[in-house]
């Protein structure tokens, strides 16, 4: 089945610190990918995401290119700010579905300190 | 604000009981999903409707049910509630079902069963 698997959280940063999230997805075909993030007390809001093989879907300062060779969507941002702490989530929908369900990560916590 | 809405916020109930979760998508948009966010589970995708269609079941237990309304706001029950069932559920909306029409996420409602 289609899964996406992240790296464990939390990770804490100081700030202006440079950040990676690893996310690795298994999929049949070329799915789309996704990041999503949850501020405290909301809902999930997209960040980014790209939709073909080497794609970069880019917003807010992050960034992350859709590696079809290793199945990976990484998350970077050269310069993390205090108002970056969330939980973020790295998400998929599989080809060729029907109804464009997302298969998300479990979700990896960022904690910028000033 | 993403422009989706859920009520209520909070819900308290006790085991073995029913409760309805509402959810208004954003004006114009004719499908809704329903995701379950738990400790141990994760985000879960449970289903969707497409303009009061059903449209595909994810992992949905068959205590829950869903309907969407002509208006197009969208129902979720879930009945004979288990200690287990504690967890925050969104709803997400968009345009129509399809990967270039971005899914944006209500608030959620937090669901505590005793």
């Known amino acids: 089945g289609n899964s996406v698997t992240q790296m464990e959280g939390p990770v804490t940063l100081s700030e202006e610190a440079f950040l990676t999230i690893n996310c690795t997805y298994t999929a049949t075909g070329y799915p789309s990918l996704f990041w999503y993030v949850q501020y405290p007390g909301e809902g999930l809001q997209l960040l980014l995401k790209a939709t073909k093989a080497d794609d970069k879907g880019s917003n807010k300062g992050f960034e992350a290119t859709y590696r079809k060779e290793t199945t990976s969507f990484h998350l970077e941002k050269g310069s993390v700010q205090v108002s970056d702490s969330a939980v973020y989530f790295c998400?998929?929908?599989?080809?060729?579905?029907?109804?464009?369900?997302?298969?998300f990560g479990k979700g990896t916590k960022l904690s910028v300190i000033p | 604000d993403s422009g989706v809405t859920q009520t209520p916020k909070h819900l308290i109930t006790a085991t073995g009981q029913r409760v309805t979760l509402r959810c208004s998508p954003r004006s114009g948009d004719l499908s809704v999903y329903w995701y379950q966010q738990s400790l141990d589970q994760g985000l879960q995708f449970l289903i969707q409707y497409y303009n009061g269609e059903e449209r595909a079941k994810g992992n949905i237990l068959e205590r829950f049910s869903a309907q969407q309304f002509p208006d197009l706001h969208s129902e979720l029950n879930l009945s004979s509630l288990e200690l287990g069932d504690s967890a925050l559920y969104f709803c997400?909306?968009?345009?129509?079902?399809?990967?270039?029409?971005?899914?944006?996420f209500g608030p959620g409602t937090r669901l505590l069963v005793l």
């Open positions: 997400a909306s968009s345009v129509r079902p399809a990967v270039v029409e971005t899914q944006y």
């Open positions: 998400a998929l929908i599989p080809t060729g579905a029907g109804s464009y369900q997302l298969t």
